[in-house]
């Protein structure tokens, strides 16, 4: 099984930015498609981004798209999510999640088969 370790995470003022890493060991790490969720209090957990295993292919959530970036080096075994103009309702905690590659990107927790421990990102206003 693969383990992943969230890096990143932190407070941060209404239109700032912060990068959230992921790093990833005990498997091939360009086997897997990498994504990233997130869970506010009181509220399931969300789905924001994904890439496959090769970086050519991403999907994000309608809520960040244009404000997030995901990105991978599969030399580093790490994945990235670069977010800009945060906004206070981007509070949560930022879970990244591995998928064995199957052909097509999934935005479906239930698809994904590891998961890290969380890192806490807070907006203020």
């Known amino acids: 099984q693969v383990q992943l370790v969230e890096a990143g995470g932190g407070l941060v003022q209404a239109g700032g930015s912060l990068r959230l890493s992921c790093t990833a060991s005990g498997r091939t790490f360009s086997n897997y498609d990498m994504g990233w969720f997130r869970q506010a209090p009181g509220k399931e957990r969300e789905f924001v981004a994904v890439i496959n295993w090769s970086g050519g292919d991403t999907l994000y959530a309608g809520s960040v798209k244009g404000r997030f970036t995901i990105s991978r080096d599969n030399a580093k075994n790490t994945v990235y999510l670069q977010m800009n103009s945060l906004k206070p309702e981007d509070t949560a905690v930022y879970y990244c999640?591995?998928?064995?590659?199957?052909?097509?990107?999934?935005?479906?927790?239930?698809?994904?088969?590891?998961w890290g421990q969380g890192t806490q990102v807070t907006v203020s206003s």
């Open positions: 999640a591995a998928r064995v590659y199957s052909g097509t990107v999934t935005s479906r927790a239930h698809d994904y088969n590891a």
